[in-house]
């Protein structure tokens, strides 16, 4: 019969890690000798006394436990990260930096999604990500050195300028526009998205634009390509579909649309009549 002292079973726990490296919830759960809802208590535990941490991927629907420190043991597992998150990661681990504004919009929403693997360095204009075991002053090719000589530019003109940048214009001059990172409500937004496309059984294939209030993708499911319209608030109008409409003809695209909330009842009669309209003809 397992036993069921605590400091007995955090023990197992620690040193597992300790030996074994960043683990799943399952082999520690058969190291302690304890089915995994027990083994969940105690990780939970050891996670809120910051004994552990977690990984932000999940392995299934598990995250990683690891001791502090051990986070280079995470790569182990970035083999079960899929679709474009896995391709902006192997694009990262390659280049060791990139550039945000230099990589195509779903590359950039990929970078944001894999936390554990891709770090921030924001320098005033210049976003730069970096892969987690490289270092911050580490400058791999002249294109890297060039970025961090723009940096430095950049920040001494904000010093003897209280804050105004001037945009220089040289033949190897790295072009670039403020780009700001999105906020944990809007990533939570768009994780919801995606949880729903996942579900649903669509594809990504690209970002048309993204801002706190909504999110405009093209999707693809059995070949066909449609435009996704999902707005970050619970009632959507007519105004909203109207705009969606029109958008989605420029592209001559089929659309979806995607709200926080349930269908305002107006709204939907709105949709219902236009959905049941024959014509409008002119009496002469």
Known sequence: ???????????????FLEIHGPSLPVHLAREVGMDMIFTSAFLSELLAHQKIKTSHMRVGTSPVYFLPGQEEGLEKFSEYIKGK????????????????????PAIRVALRAIKDFAKILEKNEILVWRYFTAKEEESLSEEKKEVQKEIL??????????????????????????????????????NKVKGYLSKKGFEMLDIINFNKKDLILKISKDNEEKLLFAYNKKRINQKDILNCY???EEKDMNYLILSLGEIPKKTKTFIDAARKLDSIDKLD
């Open 246 to 248: 029109k958008k989605s």
């Open 85 to 104: 998150e896995h391709e902006a990661l192997n694009l990262l681990k390659k280049n060791k930096f990139l550039i945000d504004s230099e990589q195509e």
């Open 153 to 190: 530019e950049k920040e001494e003109i904000h010093k003897k300028e209280a804050g105004i940048i001037e945009k220089k214009k040289k033949s190897k001059q790295i072009k670039s526009k403020t780009k700001k990172i999105p906020k944990e409500n809007d990533e939570k937004f768009f």
């Open 1 to 15: 019969m397992p036993t069921t002292d605590s400091s007995i079973i955090n023990e197992k726990i620690l040193r």
